[in-house]
């Protein structure tokens, strides 16, 4: 049985996954001659990775996702704790970043380098934290809770908006969020002029 917390999970994954590396695609391309566009779009994908995966998707799985599965997976625990470990930081991480593209972007190319590293080694962090949850918490979650158990969680997960995940975005200051990314970014990974 597919649980809406668990599709929940998995598209605002996918739509996580998908901005991350658009950040990457955008980050190769560099700002060629369109330096303004190229800063306001990546601040904005960052914005969108503060604002949605930080502050709504990881507090759910914190607070009931995990807790839940450690109770009929006590296997999981490891996982867990690394995984709570990421979510502790991961505030503080995307704060960094912003504040090495605003380095990059006021001080000049002598600050690339840090923002370029730092993007780099945030993707591949988050994108690891994510398969973690997908082989291992989310599994166990399938197997091993109770239909109690599901109607909290898909209740909870439910109400997430996530612009980039829902059918029903968060109402019109995401839309424009989401709309400035994708008509701003340089195709192919927006709208925006190549």
């Known amino acids: ?59 759910k799985e914190s607070d009931l996702l995990f807790p839940k599965v450690v109770r009929v997976a006590p296997e999981t625990m490891a996982a867990v704790e690394r995984l709570e470990r990421d979510h502790m930081s991961g505030e503080q991480n995307v704060r960094n970043l ?10 000049g190319d002598t600050r690339r380098a840090g923002f370029e590293v730092a993007a780099r080694k945030y993707v591949a962090f988050y994108l690891e934290h994510m398969r973690l949850e997908e082989s291992v918490i ?45 008509t701003k970014a340089p195709a192919p990974i927006g709208l925006g002029a190549s």
């Open 1 to 59: 049985m597919d649980h809406t917390a668990l599709r929940v999970i998995r598209d605002e994954h996918a739509a996580l996954s998908a901005m991350l590396r658009s950040m990457l695609m955008l980050l190769d391309r560099g700002p060629m001659d369109e330096p303004e566009t190229f800063f306001n779009v990546l601040r904005a994908m960052l914005f969108y990775i503060d604002e949605f995966p930080e502050r709504l998707h990881h507090p």
């Open 98 to 107: 912003q504040h090495e593209l605003t380095a990059w972007e006021l001080l």
């Open 138 to 182: 989310l599994p166990a979650a399938a197997k091993g809770l109770a239909s109690a158990d599901w109607l909290e969680l898909d209740a909870a997960f439910a109400t997430n908006c996530d612009p980039l995940a829902s059918p029903n975005p968060p109402g019109e200051a995401f839309e424009r969020l989401f709309t400035r990314i994708v």
